[in-house]
């Protein structure tokens, strides 16, 4: 009998350890800053040379990191507000391993938040590849996700300059402007590419579109409304 629950314990610890590193693997050498050139002759032919094997790299090729230097590792620009004159009166401001090299691999972003006064809307999102954590340092936002089927519970909060927010990872979230005031936020994730799914560009958006036979019997839509929604012209606030 002990050993049964020996064996249990050690299948649930391996489990575990299995799911803890789910997410990025942890880099092995100080950093690999990427390299943006898939042009160049060198990274051709490491993606040559890898594809023979069929290898998938989880990130971008390193450079040889005796050649990087402080811009690998710099960005500049965060002090700026980004442009919220567009529908969604938001604009996300990114620095992720697009914007410095440097961070592949090492499972960390940032972003600058801005929204209009009264309305301007992060609409519902998710980042399928990292948790969120946000603090807001003007404005007032109401901010919430919703946790995975079968509760869908809201979790919301009202958030003033100072405030903190967690967005776990996956889970559908948004950010709306409350205040008569611009609000301006920054949040850190947890991955140096976290990507973006916005759920109505997505689902209404996508190129080429769903079948509105889909769209209308998962959404309880009439087809006319699908349709209508599918015409729609999506802005994407990143
Ligand atoms: C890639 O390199 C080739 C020559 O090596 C050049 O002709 C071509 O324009 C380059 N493409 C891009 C997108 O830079
Ligand atoms: C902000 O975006 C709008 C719409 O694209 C554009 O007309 C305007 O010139 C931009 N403002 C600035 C300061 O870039
Ligand atoms: C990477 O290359 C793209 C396209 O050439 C460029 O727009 C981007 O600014 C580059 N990123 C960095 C961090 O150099």
């Given at each position: 009998m002990k050993g049964v629950y020996f064996l249990v314990a050690f299948v649930l610890f391996a489990l575990a350890s299995t799911l803890a590193s789910a997410s990025d693997p942890s880099p092995l050498q100080d950093f690999c800053v990427a390299i943006n050139d898939t042009n160049n002759t060198y990274t051709k032919y490491?993606?040559?040379?890898?594809?023979?094997?069929?290898?998938?790299v989880n990130?971008?090729?390193?450079?040889?990191?005796?050649?990087?230097?402080?811009?690998d590792f710099f960005f500049s620009g965060l002090n700026i507000p980004g442009n919220t004159s567009n529908q969604l009166g938001s604009k996300v401001t990114p620095v992720n391993v697009a914007q410095i090299l440097g961070l592949n691999t090492l499972g960390i972003s940032l972003a600058r938040l801005d929204f209009a006064p009264y309305g301007g809307l992060n609409p519902p999102h998710t980042?399928?590849?990292a948790t969120e954590i946000l603090v807001v340092v003007e404005g007032t936002l109401l901010v919430g996700f919703v946790t995975s089927n079968p509760d869908n519970r809201l979790i919301t909060k009202v958030l003033y300059p100072g405030d903190v927010f967690v967005?776990?990872?996956?889970?559908?979230?948004?950010?709306f402007n409350v205040g008569n005031t611009n609000a301006v936020a920054f949040a850190a994730l947890s991955s140096q590419n976290p990507g973006v799914i916005t759920i109505a560009n997505a689902v209404f958006g996508s190129n080429p579109a769903i079948n509105p036979d889909v769209l209308a019997k998962a959404f309880q839509l009439d087809k006319n409304i699908v349709n209508q929604l599918q015409h729609q012209f999506w802005w994407d606030n990143n």
């Open positions: 490491r993606m040559f040379f890898l594809s023979i094997y069929a290898v998938f990130g971008k090729f390193c450079k040889d990191p005796k050649l990087a230097t402080p811009m980042h399928p590849r967005f776990p990872i996956g889970l559908i979230h948004f950010q």
